[in-house]
């Protein structure tokens, strides 16, 4: 009997949540504009959401001031489980880089779940007469501040990987910070910048195209989508390592019910073999599963490694 009312009590919980949640779209927001890795992978979880959640999940671009504006937005909207935000590693530079933000990082947003993690592919364009790491590091030791990186604005997953790389390897590149991945990867491929560190799925296929040239990646270990693409680290910057990350957010004091049931149900996308395959086909790969609890230690702990690359770097805001 008692094994029965306990079997019943679980079988309720999902719907238990998702009465948490009002019958009427969630809106989950990208701080960034269409055409980048944040808004390809609110995307791609924001369709499997809308089967699961039963309802629809309207994806919102609202770019701007390195991701401030989307997370203001989402901090001061109402915490009833209808609005999430989709954070990458700007979220935790942030505190850092800018003297004061209209929201608190810890205190006015909670953590829901994890989404994706993948590697930035450090590319140049083909005028750049590097084909190796050491010979670009090599020519930007050569003549100071004449190479141009483009990121997708300040404390973007591009700007700091290209900021860490910088500071590794005592060159001084110029930082060319645009309104997102997209501008910034054209101006790349259009040779009015000379490098950038980004996601696989931003620029992918134009080394695929031979539009830009590729010279390293950025985690610990290669990756399978470019598996003769040496590390940073073995390609002569000892020490490198950077793997961008995208992961949801919400309003503080959303009911914690309706946070669970979000990310149980990305818990059950992520093990899902069509979109494993999916994340694959974009060079990122789904991460272990976590409870908002450990979300929220992971962000904790990337603002304290970041206020420290930022600190050391010298870092400043373009």
Same mark, same amino acid.
């Given at each position: 009997?008692?094994?029965?009312?306990?079997?019943?009590?679980?079988?309720?919980?999902?719907?238990?949540?998702? %009465?948490?949640?009002?019958?009427?779209?969630?809106?989950?927001?990208?701080?960034? /504009?269409?055409?980048?890795? %944040?808004?390809?992978?609110?995307?791609?979880?924001?369709?499997?959401?809308?089967?699961?959640? $039963?309802?629809?999940?309207?994806?919102?671009?609202?770019?701007?001031?390195? $991701?401030?504006?989307?997370?203001?937005?989402?901090?001061?909207?109402?915490?009833?489980?209808?609005?999430?935000?989709?954070?990458?590693?700007?979220?935790?530079?942030?505190?850092?880089?800018?003297?004061?933000?209209?929201?608190?990082?810890?205190?006015?947003?909670?953590?829901?779940?994890?989404?994706?993690?993948?590697?930035?592919?450090?590319?140049?364009?083909?005028?750049?007469? %590097?084909?190796?790491? %050491?010979?670009?590091?090599?020519?930007?030791?050569?003549? /100071?501040?004449?190479?141009?990186?483009?990121?997708?604005?300040?404390?973007?997953?591009?700007?700091?990987?290209?900021?860490?790389?910088?500071?590794?390897?005592?060159?001084?590149?110029?930082?060319?910070?645009?309104?997102?991945?997209?501008?910034?990867?054209?101006?790349?491929?259009?040779?009015?910048?000379?490098?950038?560190?980004?996601?696989?799925?931003?620029?992918?296929?134009?080394?695929?195209?031979?539009?830009?040239?590729?010279?390293?990646?950025?985690?610990?270990?290669?990756?399978?989508?470019?598996?003769?693409?040496?590390?940073?680290?073995?390609?002569?910057?000892? $020490?490198?390592?950077?793997?961008?990350?995208?992961?949801?957010?919400?309003?503080?004091?959303?009911?914690?019910?309706?946070?669970?049931?979000?990310?149980?149900?990305?818990?059950?996308?992520?093990?899902?073999?069509?979109?494993?395959?999916?994340?694959?086909?974009?060079?990122?790969? /789904?991460?272990?599963?976590?409870?908002?609890?450990?979300?929220?230690?992971?962000?904790?702990?990337?603002?304290?490694?970041?206020?420290?690359?930022?600190?050391?770097?010298?870092?400043?805001?373009?």
């Amino acid at each position: 009997m008692i094994r029965t009312l306990l079997a019943l009590c679980l079988a309720a919980l999902p719907f238990a949540a998702q %009465a948490q949640i009002p019958d009427r779209p969630v809106k989950l927001l990208v701080p960034f /504009p269409p055409g980048g890795a %944040a808004d390809t992978f609110a995307r791609l979880a924001g369709d499997r959401l809308a089967t699961s959640l $039963g309802r629809q999940v309207l994806v919102e671009n609202r770019p701007g001031a390195g $991701g401030i504006i989307a997370t203001e937005a989402t901090a001061k909207s109402a915490p009833d489980g209808t609005t999430y935000l989709i954070v990458t590693v700007g979220h935790a530079v942030n505190p850092s880089l800018y003297q004061k933000l209209p929201y608190d990082t810890l205190a006015d947003l909670a953590p829901v779940a994890m989404v994706a993690s993948l590697p930035n592919v450090l590319v140049v364009h083909p005028s750049v007469p %590097a084909t190796s790491v %050491a010979e670009l590091i090599a020519l930007a030791k050569k003549s /100071p501040g004449s190479l141009k990186y483009a990121s997708s604005g300040n404390a973007t997953t591009s700007h700091m990987a290209a900021a860490l790389l910088s500071s590794l390897a005592g060159v001084e590149l110029l930082h060319v910070p645009y309104k997102g991945a997209a501008p910034a990867v054209q101006d790349l491929v259009a040779g009015r910048v000379d490098l950038m560190l980004d996601p696989t799925v931003s620029v992918g296929n134009f080394v695929k195209q031979g539009r830009v040239k590729a010279l390293a990646v950025t985690t610990a270990k290669r990756t399978p989508l470019l598996p003769d693409l040496p590390t940073l680290a073995e390609a002569g910057v000892p $020490g490198y390592e950077f793997q961008a990350w995208f992961l949801l957010v919400a309003p503080a004091k959303t009911p914690a019910a309706a946070i669970a049931r979000v990310n149980a149900d990305l818990a059950k996308i992520s093990a899902d073999a069509s979109y494993r395959e999916k994340l694959a086909s974009l060079g990122a790969e /789904p991460v272990p599963p976590a409870s908002p609890e450990q979300v929220g230690a992971f962000i904790a702990t990337e603002m304290k490694r970041w206020a420290k690359v930022v600190k050391d770097a010298g870092i400043k805001v373009e």
